[in-house]
């Protein structure tokens, strides 16, 4: 990597983000990380994790979904009073029994999904796009009436109309949502669809996009760093990838290749990455394999990434 | 599109079984044609006979450049071989280089150079190093992003102008330091580049663009026309197999466990149309969907699972058996199996 610096000027209008942005990183290890099959973190996992995540700088965790039972909300209770700086966020589906549940745990920041693809909206849940919209109001409503913040996500939206996201999103900000979430929920997009969705999407969405990216061709850490190369303000993690299927977007790929491709800063302290990975490896009972980028033992006996 | 892969000779450099190299060869070929680089020197210390002529068309020596090496790959019947080199900033191709493409020509191989620092250097650079060798007999000129500096918009751009301007077969080969290997293999597949170098699951001293991801890639997010794809995730796991790596579950497109379903949400919607939490269809790779019971299981799961096992259950059992297995998955910190399950409704139906 020394040795690269003569002909750095070279290329950089191809590497370099034009403007120098500081991206904000929302980790979901302790939801979609432990939603992969056989993971089950136990209350103390998830404190241990939270504390973890939150020395390394991350600016918001997504903490779990305390809809999903006694575990999940004892968990939640003792993540939400520890002292963290970064926000804490509860996942709920747009019911009144999630949003009461994060409630009830104490959670002041929610987030908020529902489907916004045809797709999602006919198979799925058997309603129409006006059914999801009047129950996305609802839900907010009920959120802020009990003074939170409020994020939302459109689920499978690589897959949705766009006109549909930008439908929601305007309706988010209305009602004083802070960010909107973009789920490639089946990873079906690629850096090229990624980069046109999000040079049209960016300057039309009123509210920070979220992007939140799915592995199933392997694209997730590509895919995230375009799409915040063309100008979305924040991306959703996981450490070491773990998350439904074949995982998300890892979060020590993704601010590698920031800090390291694209000088986007993300406020992330890269050089505790292994403990981190570690310990989330240690209480999903998996490993890290060898070939992955950045901690794997190849990668690290080699010193290929700069950590 | 041609795929030159990258495993065996990874496979060598770990120290693979002799006996298990040809297997791997024969593997390969199941899964396409392809064109296997190897390192010449690796392939002597394994005291290999000379190729054969099936294996000659198979495999491709790679050599760092001396005449020394170009009279090796020579003897032990290499045809096609691959020379790299890193040149130094502005100082061209060295003529060690340039005298060893002559050699090789002399010989009739088929020459490929490789700059494996191709991407620390400008367009019109890397013109310049391939017109210092345009008459040397050179078949194939490889580009190679050595030291992972590419992102894929960066690799479509510089393909693009390359495509253009080097009248031979452009190959493209990517490192993966950042995790961007596969992604910058199709910047350089949309450049219309027709040879990327590939290993299974990306392995590689440094990481390389994934096989089974790009050909997944071609067919469905591309719309290209690929090679048969139904025993993907079965002859990957062999090939690694051969050289001792194990493929981990969530490992995408060929992982054992990429079409596992646990959490409530996802094993409901796939119930009720797979599409919904699937990219593609299990038997697409050759793996098989599983609807795992642990911590994140709803309703939807369990019926589901007993329904299988010719049991409707009650809404009441459902919620029992449901706190159940989510106390035992959060205990054991995994998730049930079938049979703590059944034996959990036995117990139920006794009291």
Same mark, same amino acid.
């Given at each position: 990597m020394e040795n690269v610096s003569i002909k750095d000027d070279t290329l950089k209008g191809y590497m370099v983000m034009k403007d120098k942005r500081s991206i904000r990183i929302v980790d979901t290890t302790l939801r979609d990380g432990e939603q992969s099959p056989g993971i089950a973190f136990s209350a103390q996992d998830k404190l241990n994790i939270a504390t973890a995540l939150d020395e390394v700088g991350v600016a918001f965790i997504e903490a779990g979904v305390p809809i999903m039972g006694e575990e999940e909300q004892q968990a939640m209770r003792l993540i939400v009073s520890a002292p963290l700086h970064a926000q804490v966020i509860a996942w709920n589906r747009a019911l009144q029994e999630d949003i009461l549940a994060s409630v009830a745990c104490g959670c002041s920041f929610l987030h908020i999904s529902v489907p916004v693809s045809d797709l999602h909206i006919q198979q799925k849940i058997h309603k129409s796009r006006e059914w999801v919209m009047s129950r996305l109001k609802e839900s907010i409503e009920l959120a802020k009436s009990f003074g939170c913040t409020v994020s939302v996500g459109a689920e499978d939206a690589s897959r949705a109309d766009m006109e549909f996201f930008l439908q929601v999103a305007d309706q988010a900000a209305k009602m004083d949502a802070v960010h909107i979430r973009y789920a490639d929920t089946v990873g079906c997009l690629t850096?090229? @669809?990624?980069? &046109?969705?999000?040079?049209?999407?960016?300057?039309?969405?009123? $509210?920070?996009?979220?992007?939140?990216?799915?592995?199933?061709?392997? $694209?997730?850490?590509?895919?995230t760093v375009v799409a915040l &190369? %063309?100008?979305?303000? =924040? %991306?959703? @993690? @996981?450490?070491?990838?773990?998350?439904?299927?074949?995982?998300?977007?890892?979060?020590?790929?993704?601010?590698? %290749? *920031?800090?390291?491709? #694209?000088?986007? &800063?993300?406020?992330? &302290?890269?050089?505790?990455?292994?403990? =981190?990975?570690? *310990?989330?490896?240690? %209480?999903?009972?998996?490993?890290? #394999?060898? #070939?992955?980028?950045?901690?794997?033992?190849?990668? $690290?006996?080699?010193? *290929?990434?700069a950590i | 599109m041609i795929w030159v892969d990258q495993t065996v000779n990874e496979g060598l450099r770990i120290g693979m079984d002799k006996g298990k190299i040809e297997a791997m060869v024969e593997l390969l070929q199941n899964i396409q044609e392809m064109v296997i680089d190897i390192r010449v020197t690796t392939w002597q210390q394994y005291s290999m006979p000379p190729l054969n002529r099936v294996q000659q068309k198979q495999l491709r020596g790679i050599i760092n450049g001396t005449l020394e090496e170009v009279e090796l790959a020579y003897t032990m019947g290499f045809r096609d071989v691959v020379l790299t080199c890193s040149p130094h900033p502005g100082e061209g191709l060295a003529n060690q280089v340039k005298a060893t493409l002559l050699a090789a020509q002399k010989r009739e191989v088929n020459m490929a150079l490789c700059i494996e620092n191709a991407s620390n250097f400008s367009i019109e650079e890397v013109e310049g190093l391939w017109r210092d060798v345009s008459t040397m007999g050179v078949t194939t000129f490889i580009y190679s992003d050595g030291n992972s500096r590419l992102n894929p918009l960066s690799t479509f751009k510089i393909l693009t102008s390359l495509v253009g301007r080097i009248p031979v077969d452009l190959e493209f080969h990517s490192h993966n330091a950042y995790g961007l290997a596969t992604a910058n293999a199709v910047g350089a597949m949309e450049a219309g580049v027709e040879r990327i170098a590939t290993a299974?699951?990306?392995?590689?001293?440094?990481?390389?663009?994934?096989?089974?991801?790009?050909?997944?890639?071609?067919?469905?997010?591309?719309?290209?026309k690929t090679v048969a794809t139904e025993n993907l995730s079965r002859y990957c796991t062999q090939i690694l197999g051969a050289i001792g790596i194990e493929i981990p579950g969530t490992k995408a497109i060929i992982g054992q466990d990429i079409f596992a379903h646990e959490s409530g949400i996802h094993v409901d919607g796939v119930l009720k149309n797979p599409q919904l939490y699937e990219a593609f269809s299990p038997e697409e790779v050759g793996l098989q969907r599983k609807f795992v019971i642990g911590k994140h299981s709803g309703t939807a799961s369990i019926q589901a699972k007993f329904r299988q096992w010719n049991v409707v259950l009650s809404a009441m059992d459902t919620q029992f058996l449901l706190k159940q297995v989510r106390n035992l998955a959060v205990t054991q910190k995994k998730s049930v199996d079938d049979d703590i399950l059944w034996k959990m409704y036995q117990l139920r139906m006794i009291h």
């Amino acid at each position: 990597m020394e040795n690269v610096s003569i002909k750095d000027d070279t290329l950089k209008g191809y590497m370099v983000m034009k403007d120098k942005r500081s991206i904000r990183i929302v980790d979901t290890t302790l939801r979609d990380g432990e939603q992969s099959p056989g993971i089950a973190f136990s209350a103390q996992d998830k404190l241990n994790i939270a504390t973890a995540l939150d020395e390394v700088g991350v600016a918001f965790i997504e903490a779990g979904v305390p809809i999903m039972g006694e575990e999940e909300q004892q968990a939640m209770r003792l993540i939400v009073s520890a002292p963290l700086h970064a926000q804490v966020i509860a996942w709920n589906r747009a019911l009144q029994e999630d949003i009461l549940a994060s409630v009830a745990c104490g959670c002041s920041f929610l987030h908020i999904s529902v489907p916004v693809s045809d797709l999602h909206i006919q198979q799925k849940i058997h309603k129409s796009r006006e059914w999801v919209m009047s129950r996305l109001k609802e839900s907010i409503e009920l959120a802020k009436s009990f003074g939170c913040t409020v994020s939302v996500g459109a689920e499978d939206a690589s897959r949705a109309d766009m006109e549909f996201f930008l439908q929601v999103a305007d309706q988010a900000a209305k009602m004083d949502a802070v960010h909107i979430r973009y789920a490639d929920t089946v990873g079906c997009l690629t850096p090229f @669809t990624t980069h &046109d969705i999000f040079t049209r999407l960016v300057p039309r969405c009123p $509210l920070p996009i979220e992007v939140h990216m799915h592995n199933d061709f392997g $694209l997730a850490t590509a895919n995230t760093v375009v799409a915040l &190369d %063309a100008g979305v303000a =924040l %991306a959703s @993690t @996981t450490i070491s990838g773990i998350g439904e299927r074949a995982g998300n977007a890892g979060m020590e790929e993704v601010v590698t %290749a *920031l800090h390291g491709r #694209y000088e986007i &800063d993300t406020g992330i &302290d890269v050089r505790i990455f292994g403990n =981190l990975s570690e *310990l989330v490896m240690k %209480a999903s009972n998996r490993s890290v #394999y060898p #070939y992955m980028p950045v901690l794997g033992s190849v990668f $690290l006996e080699n010193k *290929l990434t700069a950590i | 599109m041609i795929w030159v892969d990258q495993t065996v000779n990874e496979g060598l450099r770990i120290g693979m079984d002799k006996g298990k190299i040809e297997a791997m060869v024969e593997l390969l070929q199941n899964i396409q044609e392809m064109v296997i680089d190897i390192r010449v020197t690796t392939w002597q210390q394994y005291s290999m006979p000379p190729l054969n002529r099936v294996q000659q068309k198979q495999l491709r020596g790679i050599i760092n450049g001396t005449l020394e090496e170009v009279e090796l790959a020579y003897t032990m019947g290499f045809r096609d071989v691959v020379l790299t080199c890193s040149p130094h900033p502005g100082e061209g191709l060295a003529n060690q280089v340039k005298a060893t493409l002559l050699a090789a020509q002399k010989r009739e191989v088929n020459m490929a150079l490789c700059i494996e620092n191709a991407s620390n250097f400008s367009i019109e650079e890397v013109e310049g190093l391939w017109r210092d060798v345009s008459t040397m007999g050179v078949t194939t000129f490889i580009y190679s992003d050595g030291n992972s500096r590419l992102n894929p918009l960066s690799t479509f751009k510089i393909l693009t102008s390359l495509v253009g301007r080097i009248p031979v077969d452009l190959e493209f080969h990517s490192h993966n330091a950042y995790g961007l290997a596969t992604a910058n293999a199709v910047g350089a597949m949309e450049a219309g580049v027709e040879r990327i170098a590939t290993a299974v699951a990306g392995v590689g001293l440094q990481g390389h663009t994934a096989l089974e991801e790009v050909i997944m890639i071609q067919k469905r997010l591309l719309g290209e026309k690929t090679v048969a794809t139904e025993n993907l995730s079965r002859y990957c796991t062999q090939i690694l197999g051969a050289i001792g790596i194990e493929i981990p579950g969530t490992k995408a497109i060929i992982g054992q466990d990429i079409f596992a379903h646990e959490s409530g949400i996802h094993v409901d919607g796939v119930l009720k149309n797979p599409q919904l939490y699937e990219a593609f269809s299990p038997e697409e790779v050759g793996l098989q969907r599983k609807f795992v019971i642990g911590k994140h299981s709803g309703t939807a799961s369990i019926q589901a699972k007993f329904r299988q096992w010719n049991v409707v259950l009650s809404a009441m059992d459902t919620q029992f058996l449901l706190k159940q297995v989510r106390n035992l998955a959060v205990t054991q910190k995994k998730s049930v199996d079938d049979d703590i399950l059944w034996k959990m409704y036995q117990l139920r139906m006794i009291h």
